[in-house]
């Protein structure tokens, strides 16, 4: 590793895990690269960096920065300062990892228990801590199936508008955009056999419990044989012309699993499952009208 890199990469590390300045040298002589170190730390019985080694008034200092001065929150114009001092656009995937984590109510709004309490699970107490986690929230956003479900399912709940039960049509579709190329493309979202997807595509805790698994043992031959761009496009063209208005909680949730166990022409679906009505829909509509033209 040049200098430079070895420089930021020792940053992250010692961000990240709390370790001594000569455990992160040694860790990421030995591996490298910068999250095969990490991970092989906390294999290694190393600890992440403890809320009792962070500083929570550093923590509040940097929630007051942002906060809005009439609100007990950080409201819309201070997460665009926020957004900005930490270098990400407003519409990047990865903040909606960052609001799970610091349990943010609703889409640009922080109160101080979530941010405090999500600032130390992450290990963090400066911007700079917080900026240094995004490159490990994004990977993990796309590549871990039950953190991406987790993130994906409190999205639901932080972007519907307060006292309605379904997420509004434009507001779905757009996170959906957000949300769906991502997942496919770091293999969050990876075809799999539907006799073999273990992963439940519907948890809804506040948290993701992140258990092993075994990734390899569950995809497919032949991962191209599963859901593609062009059948997200069909889905929405289908829920534009359903003249649907909203998405309900259940098709939000069960979309993903969905997504990873359908083949590409939807011969393998089940109708007799328990499927929403709304997927069900679909696949009939998307027989008839794509896939016999």
Known sequence: MSSRVTSQALSQFLVVTGASNREARRYLEKY??????????????GSRRSGANLSTGSINTLFD???????????EDGTVRLCGDLGVDLEDVVLLAVAYELKSPHIGRWSKKGWVSGMKSLGCDTLDSLRNALPRLRDKLASDPPYFVAVYNYTF????????????????????????????????LKHVSSSSSNVDMRHDNNHCDDTDVDMEDKESCDAGN?????????????????????????????????????DDKF??????????????????????KKLRA
């Open 157 to 188: 709940s932080l972007a519907r508008e307060e006292g309605q039960r379904s997420l509004a049509l434009d507001s779905a579709m757009a996170y959906w955009e957000l949300l769906i190329p991502f997942g496919l493309s770091g293999g969050a």
């Open 267 to 288: 011969q393998q679906h089940d109708a007799t499952a328990a499927w929403p009505s709304t997927i069900d829909d679909f696949v009939d509509w998307a027989k008839e």
């Open 65 to 75: 920065r942002y906060k809005d001065p009439e609100s007990d929150e950080i409201t």
């Open 226 to 262: 599963g859901w593609s761009e062009k059948h997200t496009e069909w889905w929405f063209e289908f829920l534009r012309v359903k003249g649907s208005k909203g998405v309900s909680k259940d098709t939000w949730q069960m979309l993903p699993e969905f997504i990873r166990t359908i």
């Open 32 to 45: 490298k690269l910068l999250e095969p170190a990490i991970d092989a730390y906390f294999s290694e019985g």
